[in-house]
């Protein structure tokens, strides 16, 4: 459907690298390595967008005319602070139990960015959890990956499956795109 657009995807996530292959967006993968660290003065829809900007920024392909960068990233807003990926089993231990029985925010920040237009725009959904036990939880960390995910979890594995009472919103944005609105934003692009 985008044919005459050159995508070029800016992540290491495998899962938003299959959102947009599932998008039927033909793209290339480029690196954006930069530190992750934000302002603390941010709030949870802005850090998403700020660390896409900085993603964006940090990506050091040339783009053309008919060129369309994307960056993301997730975090998960729970009790009034950003849980991004946890560094040990102890904090993905941690950060499951805050969420257990409990709703949080998953929150996406998008930059677009071609050789002269930028746009940055967020998703929210919200995510309830069931109690999570310490069985479950040491479970999933044990038989899961929770370390390159926002929040310790992913939607997609078992923990979904077994621990998620319902969301409100976009559900692809609880994986790391929200691929309807991304879709919505290139048909909007300026090569539309």
Known sequence: MFDNIDFILASHSPRRRELLTQLGITYRIASAECEEAYPESLDKEEIPVY???????ACQVVLNNNSLLITADTIVWADGRALGKPADRR???SMLKMLSGKTHDVVTGITLRDSTHRKSF??????????????????YIDNYSPFDKAGSYGIQEWIGLVGVKGIEGCFFNVIGLPVPML?????????A
């Open 51 to 57: 660390l896409s900007q900085l993603k964006s920024d």
């Open 91 to 93: 904090q993905a231990e």
């Open 122 to 139: 967020y998703c929210t959904t919200k995510v309830t959890f069931e109690h999570l036990d310490n069985q479950e939880i040491n479970y």
């Open 183 to 191: 879709f919505q934003e290139i048909k909007a692009w300026r090569f």
